[in-house]
């Protein structure tokens, strides 16, 4: 891997997707391969390893680093600038000493991550302009060895110019830091004297001297003077930059030149300096001669004057101990010693003549910009400076040794090279703290001064983009006035200029707040005016843009400003007031004035001022999908034309259905069947009154029928006449069309009728050939012949292929042009003999012939081929009265300088908006003009403004050959700045039915590199989850050289060197997820559990081995693990449960980081010990946040990747925490190994366990004997254990309870509350284990907690180890968990051993004696990070309800320290607290001072809302969901076969009353997460609506979204697909809102996806099932608006009316009591009895196939189209054995062996997902 000539961006992409290892090893590679003196002259030190190392070290340790603007980017030092570890020679080797600290300049680079490797050699102690006094040797210049480099920073500019580092520091003094810079092709950074601190620089004139920078290129020179640019006090001569230093000159700039120069017989070098003088003039600049004799006056005194005395005071002190006469240059020594002969007097005097000499001078400059000026006259040789070295160093000073003594600042460039290679530059100079300003002119100038891309330095490597300047800093607001423009001096509108003139930055693009109208003024002069008006009421926001103008310019700016306007204050949309225009009353209210507020802006009343009066339609039809769709209708938006969508089944929720003004359903899914059926369009325009049709492009938009179908219906087709799409549709009719027009054409044939005719033409022609289909498309019927072995073959193929697609056997011949580029002209044409060409795009970039990346202009292009190309197109659309917008397509051979007609494309193309970017034209607007018989001005110059760039976003897998990647978008994010043509956003679904375009990414710039770099920050900022993109591949090709410099041709992405920064599953493992830690943390309250690790001691030491931070992703993997191939090197730790590793058949140790290259293969193995392992990767996983973690929780669909377990196929890349898309937080720290003491133990089988004590225990729940033998016993973990919980066997246990009172018929029933994580909760009497996917709200009692530290044991057992639970305090859990999380954090250490109490403790903490202010109140343990407090006893009162509401209340109100969430139950709270911050009796204590503050009363208020939702009784789903539960689980129970006749059996009362129940009662809802994702537990209001009943037992394994249960007195509406116990009735919509898209969402509850909060109120109403599914799909994409109404929950009132109702509950009551109850307890009771007798349940098991099948999955989503083979059918290995087909393209599942059919899974039509088995072979 070659460094050479990386500039800063380079190197830091080397590092990002680079390891830190590999990192380290380039910088150490790159330093072992340079020499010191003498070997070469350049480097007088070079940094050692051990210095090296040093630096790297504290670079790793830096937490911001990957921020770093120059993380990893070496640098060289000039050798009089201390750099600690170096020693400080300034060039003479007695002077030399090692510096205890950095020179500032230094220390702020090292800040900011840059290395240094090197200290470059100099003339001795700074003081000479050529390079040659040192006794290290003469260093040349990087371009010849005969000439020399400038001084005295030669060395520093040899290594840059080299290409060895993209930076280096020198000094300039009399031009050092600029005359090397001309000599060696570089830029030469001198700033304004004082800007850069000289503290630690070997002082040559102190208070003259400047630091500065020698660069490849102005965008590294500018960084650097970003971060250089600093005030120091150590330095005496610092000076701070002002707040707002100017950024730029007008946008005309006034140029000084010198009357007259002298060259000193140098003819060579004039000439490159007068072509600068030229590119200024070119660039508008106006030129102006300038008297610079006082300069130059100025400049001789540096070294005729007493400045020289500066020199001699720095050293003398060193030249007294007499130095070895070796070690000193004889001149240098002989100029410094002539400084001692100056005294006192003479100083000022010379001081005098510097202050009147610059006076002379500025007197003549005031009003210019800046002086363009020659570096240096000459290129001297070593051989001239020898024979005389003050002459020629006097001359290389004449226009540098003035800058400093006249206070200036000074940048010089690269100008050109001389006939003999040899560079030479010129030097931009200004005034001081203009540093800005002259960057940014320097930029400007580039672009006429350079026609081609320039070179770095001495290297042949193009400058690409890198001369683009970076982002300047931000303005200081506090010197600043903020203005907000509405009108002309937006950006790009005449008045622009005067915010430019005043020094003003764009600070945001946003609107005034919705109490503006806006007005049109009438107008007077050149320019329009609006006028700004606030009104109390009917307003709007107003599109605005809002500039920082500094303070001492704002004056300047306001007298700028006519009336009627005047500078006052307008309201931001954020709220904020600012300054801004209004309009004096007389402006808006005088005649001729028009209220433009409908517009949103003055741009869009531009826009429309620009369009037609009339309008050309009235409704028009859009028979499209998609992108052009919506850029279609926003057109018709503008124009106030009425727009029509018409939209397929999958497209119901599309944006183009919702932003059009009417839709028509299409009623189908397949294109065919909709966007591709004319009789149904024509329906739709018929039915719609649309009087024209716009096509897009794709579908019908070339269907020359359809055009004449439209037309004999009487309606516009908007685009060409059917005859013209025939004729330019066969390729060989276009040709004749283009021959006639005189268009060039390639060298080629006609129809060619036979195989050997194509034989005999090709060989006329030359090979190689292209044959062609003459109605081809789209790549197909489409080769190239190489040699005539294979024309004939070729020749049939695409015959056949033409036949085959496109019904036409017609084929031709062409020559084929090798790396021919495509170029392609906009071109209109009226219908009647008038054409206009729109300007040009270059679409070379293609992939397999469809276009990636396209740009206009197009680079690289001689204007005069431009121009004939434009001409070519205009006369071939002239010729067939061509009638709307067409593409004419040419091969550009840039090689001859020659273009062909390639095909006309009759529609408007894809890549449209960059012509419209460029022109400022609505493309579409001129189409639907031109249709209506309106034409625009064909007479028209067009003119072309600056750059635009256009990439096409699809939904396709760019790792797995671009396969389309279908789903739902769960984030989308595009750059606001930019133009983004599209039509997806969160929770846009995308078809596999359809082409995958998402989004196209449209950026203009001023110029081609402004463009490009916007492109890369556009993609850069692109963000799109829930599919893949192939926006990773579009940011690696806009990043390459290749397109950078512009060296595209058609084919070259077929060869690109894409490396995905990914991996791949190949193989997914048993159960693999992403997770991270600690999860999902503070929504247990609602139901959301945390996922994340179920062992994260290792998960977090898995991370810490890469070098991650805490929060980053890795994998989970369960007992049998994943294959995984790397598409990018990666630095990898493995950890958990023993498995084989292996990468590339080789094993590799677990716990130690191991180094991964591109395409490396790794295998987890089965788990040996332990039940998981974790795999993280540095730098992480990028997967999307949900709810503040991107941990999986596969059962409720959310988070991890895509809300699922890893399957086969699934590409994931690597978080890349650089780009702005990527959240993810870069890695911490270095790779390292975890040490052995901290490697944790897995148990052959038996563990031990610590928890702690309760909530519940002995004497009330459990008899003490039970919870002895709890301890006491081993608990072997059953088989059915996962992520939910671990289910335990063992003893049985011994109530104290006959049961759970008024919460349930067995004594394990609770009301229900939250649960604590790592609780050990008895169902019924069996045991489970909460784990980290487990529900948080349930109703059984809880005997133990497992304490945090511990967790990570539950995570590794498995079915059949066993568990001994031993009791620990609250402080010795606390101990361990500290114990813990110190030694993953160090890295060190060991963890704390269990420390056992005596025997249980009593989980009571202390109670809360009741009073007549408060019920009784106990506070339980419940683990070492959760106190449960319980209201009362164990009923179901809302008082209880009402008391844990005003607690939650006071602790939200006080913000309690230590309380991280507070979690609702019916008569409890879950209060989990952190222990490191607030103790447990610190905390109770808290708790219990709170409710001394709470009067007891059953008179209270709370806010409550009634929500209203649909209900369909017993549909289908919810009847299917329990018949699936008795074929599955249970075939006989009490409540089969049907729910609601259970309950109305066990109550007494018809099936009728039960229906009539749910559509009557108010729900209260008491509590979130009954069973996950704040799903309610609801109590009915009424007493006579709360039934008998009981839950599934065992549950059920699946619940439909939506269903409604009850499960006794409670009512619960399940919130995903998930197991349940609930008594099923009925279904409503769902609830959880998982994208967060209905209104109840966004706009009633804060964006949140619950629906539902405690003591909301909800109610049914009934609706067929029919409707429901309706609603459930309107609710699922956001379009279902839930009945909501705001309320207030009046327990005093309720009490009323139950006072009221009190005999008809009483007897509703007695009635369920008594002798039903008995006969209920009964009946149960019995069911309970037979189920423990059963054999088990009804086990739905997979079909089973022969061990040596092999089980082919599929690796496309998408429908199967059809198999390829039968069942018994003998296949090959890679034969094709099903195709899969989405988005257009046909995928083929193949064979991974030979072998015999034996199944083939699915139909044709069936759906099949990415990992779903489709064929097993034997």
């Not at 055009?707 to 309606?715: A, F, H, K, M, N």
């Not at 193929?797 to 021919?820: I, P, W």
């Not at 057992?1357 to 954090?1385: E, R």
């Not at 059963?1734 to 086990?1739: D, H, L």
Request: glycine fraction near 8%; hydrophobic fraction near 40%; proline fraction near 6%.
């Amino acid at each position: 891997m070659s460094t050479t000539a990386w500039t800063v961006d380079q190197w830091l992409r080397f590092h990002q997707e680079s390891t830190p290892q590999n990192s380290y090893a380039a910088l150490l590679q790159l330093v072992k391969s340079q020499q010191i003196a003498p070997a070469d002259p350049a480097w007088i030190s070079l940094a050692s390893p051990d210095i090296l190392e040093h630096q790297w070290k504290i670079l790793q340790s830096k937490a911001d680093k990957s921020q770093l603007p120059l993380y990893g980017v070496p640098i060289a030092v000039k050798d009089n600038i201390d750099a600690k570890g170096f020693a400080t020679t300034a060039a003479c080797p007695s002077f030399s000493y090692e510096p205890k600290e950095d020179a500032t300049v230094v220390k702020l680079l090292k800040d900011q991550g840059a290395i240094v490797i090197g200290k470059t050699n100099l003339d001795q102690f700074a003081t000479g302009l050529v390079g040659t006094r040192s006794p290290y040797g003469k260093t040349p210049c990087a371009f010849s060895p005969d000439h020399v480099s400038g001084g005295s920073s030669a060395g520093s500019a040899n290594v840059v110019a080299r290409g060895i580092v993209p930076l280096a520091l020198g000094t300039d003094t009399a031009g050092s830091g600029r005359v090397p810079a001309a000599l060696n092709n570089l830029i030469g950074l001198k700033p304004t004297k004082g800007v850069f601190s000289c503290s630690g620089v070997v002082p040559a004139c102190r208070s003259l001297d400047c630091p500065s920078v020698f660069a490849l290129n102005l965008g590294d020179a500018q960084l650097a003077f970003n971060i250089l640019a600093k005030p120091d006090h150590s330095d005496e001569y610092s000076r701070p930059l002002p707040s707002n230093p100017l950024r730029a000159f007008g946008p005309k700039l006034r140029v000084a030149v010198p009357t007259q120069i002298d060259w000193f017989g140098e003819t060579q070098n004039p000439e490159i300096y007068a072509k600068a003088v030229e590119a200024f003039k070119e660039l508008g600049a106006e030129i102006v001669p300038l008297d610079f004799t006082p300069l130059l006056d100025l400049a001789k005194c540096l070294y005729e004057g007493t400045w020289v005395a500066e020199r001699w005071a720095a050293t003398r002190e060193f030249l007294a101990t007499n130095p070895p006469v070796e070690d000193l240059d004889p001149t240098v020594t002989a100029i410094i010693r002539g400084g001692a002969k100056h005294d006192a007097a003479t100083s000022f005097e010379y001081e005098y003549k510097r202050q009147r000499l610059v006076k002379d001078f500025r007197a003549s400059w005031h009003d210019l910009d800046l002086m363009l000026v020659p570096t240096c006259p000459l290129n001297p040789t070593f051989a001239q400076v020898e024979a005389d070295p003050v002459k020629w160093n006097s001359i290389q000073g004449t226009w540098t040794n003035f800058v400093n003594l006249a206070d200036l600042s000074a940048l010089a460039i690269p100008a050109g090279f001389r006939p003999d290679g040899l560079p030479q530059g010129v030097t931009l100079l200004s005034d001081a703290f203009y540093d800005y300003a002259l960057l940014d002119a320097a930029n400007r100038v580039f672009k006429t001064l350079w026609k081609q891309p320039r070179t770095l330095g001495a290297t042949e490597v193009l400058v690409g983009i890198s001369d683009e300047l970076h982002a300047l800093p931000k303005p200081d607001l506090e010197s600043s006035v903020k203005l907000a423009v509405v009108g002309a001096h937006l950006k790009g509108l005449p008045l622009h200029w005067q915010l430019q003139k005043v020094n003003a930055a764009l600070l945001e693009k946003t609107t005034t707040s919705a109490s503006y109208r806006l007005y049109a003024l009438p107008q007077v002069g050149p320019v329009a005016k609006p006028g700004l008006r606030r009104v109390s009421e009917g307003g709007s926001e107003i599109e605005v843009e809002v500039y920082a103008v500094p303070t001492e310019t704002f004056g300047q700016f306001i007298a700028m400003v006519p009336e009627p306007l005047g500078i006052g204050s307008v309201e931001l949309a954020s709220g904020e007031w600012v300054k801004s225009f209004i309009c004096e009353e007389i402006g808006y209210s005088q005649k001729g004035t028009q209220d433009i507020t409908e517009l949103g802006g003055w741009r869009n009343h531009l826009a429309v001022k620009k369009s037609s009066t009339k309008k050309p339609f009235d409704t028009v039809l859009v028979a499209n999908r998609g992108e052009i769709a919506v850029r279609i209708i926003k057109t018709l938006k503008k124009l106030g034309i009425r727009s029509v969508a018409v939209y397929s089944d999958p497209d119901q929720y599309a944006e183009h259905v919702l932003i059009a003004d009417a839709a028509v359903a299409l009623n189908g899914v397949s294109a065919a069947q909709t966007y591709l059926d004319v009789e149904k369009i024509v329906a739709a325009c018929k039915s719609t009154n649309a009087q024209a049709v716009v096509p897009g492009y794709g579908f019908l938009s070339e269907n020359a029928d359809f055009s004449d179908r439209l037309v004999r219906e009487g309606i516009v087709f908007v685009g060409p006449a059917g005859d013209a799409i025939r004729k330019l549709g066969l390729k060989h009719s276009a040709r004749e069309i283009a021959e006639k027009a005189g268009v060039p054409l390639v060298p080629g044939s006609g129809l060619v009728a036979s195989a050997a005719e194509a034989r005999k033409i090709a060989a006329e022609l030359t090979y190689p050939v292209m044959v062609k289909s003459t109605a081809g498309g789209g790549g197909i019927g489409l080769q190239k012949v190489d040699s005539e072995k294979d024309i004939e073959r070729v020749f049939e193929t695409v015959q056949h292929q033409g036949k085959a697609y496109f019904g036409d056997s017609g084929v031709f011949l062409e020559r084929f042009v090798e790396n021919s580029r495509h170029v392609e002209i906009q071109m209109f044409g009226d219908g009647y003999g008038k054409a206009i060409a729109l300007g040009e795009r270059d679409c070379s970039l293609q992939r397999r012939n469809q276009k990636v990346i396209e740009e206009t202009p197009a680079p690289n292009l001689p204007e005069t081929t431009r121009q004939k190309m434009r001409k070519a197109a205009e006369q071939l659309g002239a010729s067939m009265n061509y009638k709307c917008a067409g593409t004419v397509e040419f091969i550009y051979d840039q090689q001859r300088d020659e273009f062909y007609f390639l095909e006309v494309n009759a529609r408007l193309q894809v890549e449209h908006p960059i012509t419209e970017m460029v022109t400022g034209i609505d493309l579409v607007e001129w189409m639907l003009l031109i249709a209506a018989d309106m034409p625009p001005d064909f007479s028209q110059p067009i003119t072309v403004s600056g750059a635009s760039m256009e990439a096409r976003l699809y939904a396709e897998n760019p790792v797995k050959d671009f396969m389309p990647s279908p789903g739902q978008l769960t984030e989308v994010k595009f750059p606001e700045w930019a133009r983004i043509d599209g039509w997806v956003k969160k929770g846009s679904v995308i078809s596999a039915e359809y082409d995958p375009t998402l989004a196209k990414i449209i950026v203009h710039g001023k110029d081609r590199a402004d463009a490009l770099a916007k492109l890369r920050q556009a993609l850069n900022e692109t963000v799109v989850y829930g599919c893949i993109t192939n926006v990773d591949y579009l940011r690696s090709v806009a990043n390459s050289a290749m397109f950078e410099n512009a060296q595209m041709h058609t084919k070259i992405l077929d060869s690109y060197p894409y490396q995905p920064i990914a991996f791949e599953i190949t193989s997914p493992g048993a159960y693999t997820t992403v997770q991270d830690f600690p999860g999902r943390a503070g929504y247990w309250r609602i139901g959301v559990p945390p996922s994340g690790p179920m062992d994260d001691y290792s998960f977090r030491l898995a991370n810490r081995i890469v070098g991650n931070h805490s929060k980053s992703p890795a994998i989970e993997i369960t007992l049998n693990g994943p294959s995984i191939l790397f598409h990018h090197e990666a630095v990898i730790g493995i950890t958990g449960g023993s498995a084989p590793v292996t990468v590339n058949g080789e094993p590799v140790a677990m716990y130690e980081p191991v180094s991964i290259k591109a395409g490396d293969k790794l295998v987890i193995g089965k788990l040996t010990t332990g039940c998981r392992a974790y795999l993280a990767i540095r730098g992480g996983i990028d997967v999307t946040e949900y709810l503040g973690s991107r941990s999986t929780f596969a059962l409720g669909n959310l988070g991890g990747y895509n809300g699922r377990v890893l399957k086969l196929g699934d590409v994931l890349f690597l978080g890349q925490p650089n780009l702005p898309a990527c959240s993810l937080p870069a890695p911490v720290s270095a790779p390292a190994t975890v040490p052995r003491a901290l490697v944790p133990q897995f148990p052959a089988k038996e563990w031990t366990v610590g928890v702690t004590c309760g909530p519940h225990g002995a004497p009330d729940f459990f008899q003490q004997e039970s919870i002895s033998d709890f301890f006491s016993s081993q608990w072997k973990v059953h088989y059915n254990s996962n992520r939910f919980g671990v289910r335990l066997v063992g003893p049985k246990p011994k109530w104290a309870r006959p049961d759970g009172g008024s919460a349930g018929l067995h004594p394990s029933n609770a009301h229900d509350y939250v649960y604590s994580l790592g609780a050990i909760n008895f169902t019924g009497d069996e045991p489970v284990i909460l784990t980290c996917d487990g529900p948080s709200l349930g109703g059984f009692v809880c005997e133990a907690v497992v304490a945090q530290a511990e967790m990570w044991k539950i995570g590794q057992v498995k079915p059949g180890d066993l568990i001994t639970f031993v009791p620990i305090s609250f402080d010795g859990a606390l101990k361990l968990k500290k114990t813990l999380d110190s030694a993953i954090a160090a890295l060190s250490g060991s963890l704390a051993a269990l420390e056992p109490i005596p025997g249980p403790e009593d989980p009571v903490i202390t109670r809360y004696t009741e009073s007549t202010n408060s019920p009784v109140v106990t506070y339980r343990q419940a683990g070492d990070r959760y106190v449960l407090v319980e209201y009362g006893e164990n009923t179901m009162d809302l008082n209880l309800s009402y008391r844990v509401h005003k607690l939650i209340e006071m602790v939200q109100s006080h913000k309690t320290v230590g309380i991280v969430e507070m979690s609702q139950g019916v008569r409890s709270v879950l209060v989990e607290f952190d222990g490191s911050v607030i103790s447990q009796s610190t905390l109770v204590e808290t708790l219990l001072a709170y409710e001394k503050e709470v009067s007891f009363t059953n008179k209270w208020k709370v806010p409550s809302r009634v929500i209203k939702l649909p209900m369909a009784f017993e549909d289908k789903k919810t009847l299917d969901a329990v018949q699936r539960y008795s074929e599955t689980i249970r075939s006989n129970a009490p409540w089969l076969p049907n729910n609601v006749d259970f309950i109305a059996s066990v109550n007494g009362i018809e099936r009728s009353t039960v229906k009539d129940m749910l559509y009557a009662a108010r729900f209260l809802v008491l509590g979130l997460g009954d069973v996950f994702l704040g799903a309610p537990c609801a109590v009915p209001l009424d007493p006579r609506h709360r039934f008998l009943g009981t839950k599934y037992n065992p549950s059920r394994t699946f619940t439909p979204n939506g269903t409604v249960g009850i499960g006794g007195m409670y009512m619960c509406i399940y919130t995903m697909e998930s197991p349940g116990g609930y008594q099923l009735v009925g279904r409503t919509i769902p609830i959880w809102d998982k994208l967060s898209l209905g209104n109840h969402s966004t706009i009633n509850n804060g964006g949140n996806p619950w629906l539902l909060s405690p003591f909301d109120q909800v109610e049914f109403y009934p609706v067929s099932e029919a409707e429901l599914d309706k609603f459930s799909e309107d609710a699922s994409h956001g379009f279902f608006n839930v009945d909501i109404v705001d309320s207030v929950f009046d327990h005093t009132k309720y009490l009323e009316w139950v006072t009221a109702n009190s005999d008809a509950i009483e007897e509703f009551q007695q009635a369920q009591g008594g002798e039903k109850m008995e006969e209920f307890n009964r009946l149960i009771q019995i069911a309970n009895d037979e189920l423990s007798k059963s054999s088990g349940p009804i086990v739905d098991e997979n079909e089973k196939y022969p061990d040596e099948a092999e089980l082919v999955y599929s690796e496309y989503s998408g429908r199967f189209w059809k198999p390829l083979v039968e069942v018994g059918d003998e296949v090959k290995e890679g034969q094709g054995l099903v195709v899969v087909e989405a988005m257009k393209t046909e995928m083929v599942v193949n064979s991974p062996k030979n072998g015999k059919v034996l199944k083939v899974v699915h139909k044709n039509g069936d759906m099949v997902e990415a990992g779903d088995l489709v064929v097993v072979i034997v």
